[in-house]
């Protein structure tokens, strides 16, 4: 005989079809519902927490926080949750999630004197496969979800072990048949595929709502069921259950495709304050919780309805907002420290020999080894830079520059140059801009084919036709690649979340190249502006072809005007591919719907890096990558509507990205998508090197993913991991010393650093002491 165990609950989307300022009142009401039904019904519990709702309570009503606090010290109300919003689960890097754990598991301590030992993801679609190992280092034993349903995997049971390339796991749980408005009859169509003991989450959704009298009543009558928390039903369950090792990836995949805008403003913000983390800790300069805002702000902008681009078109004006607060207080706190540091380096260039220097910031793990734009300013009176220029550095090792176009549009008043040079990772290197004297050329052939551009290694053809390129390997002397980044739209007649159709329609045309021109040739690269049109959009395409490098960029200025179509850029494919995840990688095979990609993909032929796609289709042989999706905003298709009518459309207006093909070369992510910091510095002494830096691990394959401050004292975190799958003692290289860890195969390992007496303690995500 089944046995129910019931959840009271409220789906509560603190954005979605409406904005936060009414989700604010709504919630209001709902909570105060929930305490009516506590006065009322004895042995009623309700399950939920999310920190920032709670500080909406906490700001707007302090005496219903208090009563909530009180209810949480009795046991009657459950904190389900302890991350800081039901999160989207692939568009975000692996150090959001831990963040997600960090601040919304801290605020519940402080708070309520306890952690949560569930994350009630009810509602995300799809859940990265990194998730159990980050869940169970930040004090949580359980995951309870809804998506993918059984329609898009199928489980051997709704209760089973989840576990984590490393090894670790939680209890996880798919709860079928929620928020039923009828108890009786959910658990009477739970019975029809379940047996014995079963969790069944009650109460109202989304926009608010306690769980009703007559469920409650319903409960109280019925004898096999009975109240409970989330908690009390995992703790039921037996030790041996099925293990699933694998992501758990949704078909209804509008939102791994949906509003590129919001996806890419969570990524620089995300850099932005990882960036600004670690130059206050080279700048010993704590500025935690300034930049702990910062990170509130980014979380809550990972709620899975704001980044899936599933909610209405004014939400997007508040994220936003948001994401431009804490990238612009991240920013500030990055040059407040970095030139700090930099005033006290002794500059390589000395008066009258030259005017300014470049001191170039690589506040990535790995070494940088590429190319580097950097601008300065004329004393216009005078020439000092109206030629072209080289740098040198503080050894006198000179490295040419190609002089490419500046920023403003004033000639004869800025000078604007790339040049290849090597970084050391977590650190800074100088060098003196040094006018040589020669003549300062953008373009060295202005009667070159723009179509046909040689470089060491390849060939380069754009057709003509469609703009779709093809590379030709010079040494090995034949074709690596045809119909490379061709540009074509289908027809997409899918709701926002695409739960109406499982994939694409038919093809609806290419963008057409109307004019091309090469805009910048010299010695180091040439580049391509390729201008097309497709209806009512244009796309203006950049190629950047290096002389002597194993790659090519390309960067798109999109005027997107299409409603119910997507654009995609194709290339020749495989039957499988290796595809980026937060903190890891997926081999997938083919399939109609469009999946998640986390900056990368890799097939048997080329590796790519982007800063603006974060999801792709591959069927017939062909990958699809998706640039631009443009459903109706807020459009859940549960009846006909006239897709004529007048409704906003998601993507309209102008879109910019940069994308990274890698033919014959190993590919380094960050390095590409966070670009190093360029200070354009006067001649001054000073006590610093020229060269430094302030953090590294010697071993490959061994990340550094976060430096901060301490949460609560004295010293520093720097978290590593393994990307190889092999255990191995590494060490860790920092100004004041050597220190050094064992590190297991895939793990995430988290080090508290006292810097004064030269300690190193393994602590969790929480930086709690192991």
Partial sequence: MNHYFLIGNTHFDPVWLWTWDEAMASVRATFGSVLERMREYDGFIYSFAAPPVFEWIRHTDPRMFAEIKQLVADGRWELADGWWVQADCYAACEESYIRQGLYGQRYLKEHFNLYAETVFNIDSFGHSPVLPQIMSKSGIKYYCFSRPENRHIKLDDSCFLWRSPDGSTVLAYRADCSYMQDVREAADTLAKNKNGEIMLIYGVTDHGGAPTKRSIQDIRDSDDMEFSTVANVFRRQSDTRSVVSEELITGDFGPYSNCTVIKKDNARAEYAVLNAERASVFACRNNRHELTQCWKDILFNQFHDILGGASIKQAYVDARDMHGRAISTANEITHFCLQSITKDIGMPGKNPDN??????????????????????????????????????????????????????????????????????????????????????????????????????????????????????????????????????????????????????????????????????????????????????????????????????????????????????????????????????????????????????????????????????????????????????????????????????????????????????????????CNPCIVIAEANHEGTLPPVKSYASVREKGVRITAIKHCEDSSGIIVRIRDYTGTDRNITLTLPDADYYADLSAYEIKTLKIDTNRHIITVVNLLEDEQ
């Fill in 355 to 672: 005017a300014w220097n470049a001191v170039i910031w690589n506040l990535n793990d790995g070494n940088y080894d590429g190319y580097i734009e950097a601008e300065v300013q004329w004393a216009h009176e005078f020439p000092w830079y109206s030629g072209a220029v080289v740098l040198e550095d503080s050894d006198g090792v000179r490295y040419p520059a190609q002089n490419i176009m500046e920023r403003s549009v004033i000639p004869g008043f800025r000078s604007r140059f790339v040049w290849k040079a090597d970084i050391p990772p977590m650190g800074y290197k100088t060098f003196k801009v040094v006018c040589s004297g020669g003549e300062a050329r953008r373009i060295e052939d202005k009667n070159a084919d723009p179509t046909c551009i040689n470089t060491r290694y390849y060939r380069y053809d754009i057709s003509k036709e469609d703009g779709a390129l093809s590379v030709y390997d010079n040494i090995k002397d034949c074709t690596i690649g045809c119909n490379m980044l061709t540009p074509v739209c289908y027809s997409d007649t899918g709701d926002t979340w695409c739960f109406n159709i499982n994939g694409y329609g038919a093809k609806s045309g290419c963008f057409k190249p109307e004019k091309m021109m090469i805009t910048e040739s010299g010695i180091h690269r040439t580049t391509v502006k390729c201008v097309s049109r497709f209806s009512d959009s244009i796309a203006e395409v950049y190629y950047t072809f290096y002389k002597n490098e194993h790659y090519f960029d390309l960067q798109y200025r999109i005027n997107w005007n299409e409603a119910h179509t997507v654009f995609k850029l194709e290339l020749n494919g495989s039957d499988t591919l290796e595809a980026g995840v937060p903190g890891g990688s997926v081999i997938r095979g083919g399939g109609e719907a469009d999946m998640p990609m986390h900056k990368w993909m890799k097939t048997d032929k080329i590796t790519l890096i982007t800063d603006s796609v974060f999801s792709y289709g591959m069927h017939d042989g062909i990958i699809g990558l998706t640039l631009l999706r443009s459903p109706i905003f807020g459009d859940l298709r549960i009846s006909d509507i006239d897709l004529n009518d007048d409704y906003p459309i998601m993507e309209q207006g102008i879109h910019e990205g940069k994308i990274r093909i890698f033919l014959n070369a190993e590919a380094e992510v960050d390095l590409f």
